[in-house]
């Protein structure tokens, strides 16, 4: 394994290359991702996003590192622009209650949707009302260091100031000019120097009320100092990899690294990750225009959008079936092709199980592991990982049908591999769960049954039949 | 429903007495129960509490009043007394993890256990770290009152200053020149006034690393004034219901009292139920003495302590056959029982669906209706409800040999009520999920075993439980 670690390339939305990857301290990784904000329910965007990252998560640990992965939840602060009001506070007032039932309610919701697609809890998972000392004390430093000022009860971040000694916008490629002539001008009541400084701090008034003391009052944090504040608490002045989705790439990600510098001169991350969009029978998902759909939506099949139902697991195969920087569409042709696909993959622990080695062999196990591995390595390329399923799916079928021979040797390390890449890195269902597990169960008994049934003992084996037959389980026996 | 409303008893740990309850607010219930430190895997004992709740919660909620319920995660500052190490950290020590991973993993598995109990979540569930400047703010209120001092860093509560005033320690009754004489005398290190005092915030030293700033320098809150600055956040002033376990009462909760009195003048609940201790054996469990089990060891059968695995229902079960005000002692032949007979109310749904109602009747669903309400009326008395369905079981079974007639009006009536009480209310599973017949089916094949064992055909009784084993499902036969 470790001769494949040090191969492992990352698209680095830094510097728009592949760079190999090389983490700071050997066998540790820090990375951070940008969670949700939890005002309304997850939308399947942010759900390819946390997928994606699950992906890189699991491979990361298989290559032996030691990940400690931070991801966020955004429970106050997101406002849509600096004079508009906070996401959470907007949805409490629509839904008559506390704003932080309103955090509790999604945050659930949030939870238990990434739980159907069967993702790992991240390691620390803060949350921005949790953290509203380590911002205040940021906020502080970059003020201190003479690239924010505080009026009127908030603060904004100086970008002009900034701009004289650092590069502002590099992660979106910006020119700092382009930005400046793109902002509108401010009207007379803004308390901001220029219109595209942004906001720290933003004082609270009275009937604000998500709000805590601060040095400069009463007030809440902006959106961008959340993940900054946190990303450093729990990984240090550098870590490994940020990501998120495509559409935090700017401003928010640019402003975390314009808060970083101002702080600690640098880049908070040395590899910048970002999962492109999904759209929705190729156009933009948008709620408004009617061309959105919730997950929940498509596993029970409450949609006007979709012909049938798809379960987590077919919705998570069709994510991975895309890599994850391009954009990738839904609609419900893509998803029967997917379904249609997964189903085939599924089969391949049985039919590897099903198998009986011989002495001959034709096949090269070795060179399939090692082309799993190279499809990981480059830049986590799922799709390319999945075409190695179906090169495995066809060698089954060629086995089954004897045009090729396999040894126990070459067996035991599809099954071994097939194990890993599939269950362990793309975290699909193994053949354990419970719904397979009341089916092997229940294979077990039947087995017994017809031992016994052999053996001329009908008692046993007519106690088994009635008993399945009161849980609705009937046995044909004429056939 | 409104008229068994008003009815509702609830026995006030404050009043040791069954009070009739009556809520601040005509329609709404606040209530506040103490949720887990989580350090460890949370033992039976606190889900005992966690299901009582529940329980309340429900039956809250079906006499239409609109609850808050607040319970919140304590991720910082219990210690086991003021001189000794956060558990949190402590635990974090040895994991060799950062105290906020051992915070995360904990609470990901409190949920967890309580999923499987099927419990709701509460409305609100704050964490002690995300109210660090509400936990200040009110310290600083009780000092500026007069009932607390800073020393050295550390703020501790003023137990002879509050006594001059206030009456401390009338919850556990406990007589304030008792407590007094109790306490152990200072040594000389001690920045403590007084032995009995105790610590509100608590100065932390260089290497410690879950601290904060605050008016007193570095450090981090002690234990009870988290849930007087959560409590009063999310509830206000003064609230309905404050509970937790037994163990609670003194000092944790006399403590709570005692610092919002310092600060509103006020007991901050009108009503304070304490749930009792779950022993095992006969015993108190405890690590230590390996007297101790955890959920998921009953859940799958992976302890020395039971002779089978028993699952989240069947433990839910046992645990309301008791009042929550009683001990209750868990042991193989109690959870073999309450099994046997959950198996028997379970079938209820069942009996009910296949009962042709005629033109005569006999039975008077109104009275049993009535009955129910009256035990959930009776200080949440569930042993009574579920005695209540036994009746119901027997009268069925009466029917079924034609000694009673039940008619279509009647019928309906316990249909309807008994999926209120079972299902709603108490929460169980229905016999229609999935997992049901993964355990039935396990249970035919474990029976199956049984007697093949019985009859020393050990080829079957093993080949079973090999087969069981390679799913992941291990059967302990020694005991």
């Known amino acids: 394994m470790s001769a494949y670690k040090q191969h492992l390339k990352i698209y680095n939305s830094l510097s728009s290359k592949k760079e190999a990857f090389k983490s700071i301290n050997k066998d540790l990784v820090g990375m951070y991702v940008c969670g949700p904000t939890v005002y309304d329910t997850v939308h399947l965007g942010n759900c390819r996003t946390f997928i994606s990252f699950d992906l890189i998560y699991r491979y990361l640990k298989h290559l032996d590192y030691n990940v400690r992965y931070v991801r966020n ?19 409490a007032r629509i839904e008559k209650i506390e704003p932080m039932e309103v955090v509790q309610k999604y945050t659930n919701e949030f939870h238990s949707i990434l739980n159907f697609f069967k993702l790992q809890n991240p390691d620390i998972e803060p949350t921005a009302t949790g953290h509203i000392i380590e911002q205040i004390e940021m906020i502080e430093k970059i003020i201190k260091n003479g690239y924010a000022y505080d009026k009127n009860g908030s603060v904004y971040f100086d970008l002009i100031s900034f701009s004289k000694d650092f590069n502002y916008g590099e992660l979106s490629n910006r020119n700092f000019d382009d930005i400046i002539n793109e902002s509108r001008t401010l009207d007379g009541s803004s308390d901001k120097k220029n219109p595209q400084d942004f906001a720290l701090w933003k004082k609270a008034n009275k009937s604000h009320i998500m709000k805590w003391r601060s040095p400069w009052g009463s007030g809440f944090p902006g959106w961008h100092i959340e993940c900054s504040a946190m990303g450093h608490k729990y990984l240090g002045e550098k870590f490994d990899i940020h990501g998120g989705g495509l559409d935090l790439k700017f401003p928010h990600h640019d402003c975390e690294i314009a808060q970083s510098k101002s702080v600690y001169g640098n880049n908070p991350a040395n590899y910048w990750i970002h999962t492109n969009m999904l759209t929705l029978n190729g156009k933009k998902m948008s709620k408004s225009a009617g061309n959105s759909v919730l997950p929940f939506e498509i596993f029970n099949g409450s949609n006007n959008i979709f012909s049938k139902s798809y379960s987590p697991m077919v919705l998570k195969f069709f994510i991975y079936q895309a890599h994850y920087r391009n954009t990738l569409d839904l609609s419900d042709e893509a998803l ?61 079928q060629d086995i089954k049908s004897k045009s090729k021979n396999i040894d126990s040797v070459n067996l035991k390390k599809y099954q071994e591999y097939f194990s890993i890449f599939y269950t362990d890195i793309l975290g699909f269902d193994d053949a354990k769960s419970e719904k397979n597990q009341l089916g092997e169960v ?3 008994l039947l087995e017994i049954r017809d031992k016994e049934r052999d053996k001329k003992n009908y008692e046993v084996s007519d106690l088994i039949r009635d008993k399945l037959s009161k849980l609705g ?5 004429e056939q």
Chains 1, 2 share one sequence.
């Open 73 to 91: 939840i955004t429970d106050v602060g997101h406002l849509t622009d600096d004079s508009s009001e906070d996401k959470i506070i907007k949805r």
């Open 336 to 396: 029967k092709a997917s379904e249609k696909a997964y189903e085939k993959i599924k089969t391949i622990y049985k039919e590897l199980e099903l198998i009986v080695p011989g002495n001959e062999n034709d096949c090269d196990a070795e060179l399939w592991i090692k082309n799993c591995y190279s499809s990981m390595n480059d830049d986590f390329n799922s799709p390319k990982l999945i075409a190695e399923f179906f090169n495995l799916y066809k060698e089954i």
């Open 442 to 444: 229940l294979d077990i």
């Open 473 to 477: 389980i009937n046995i044909n026996d």
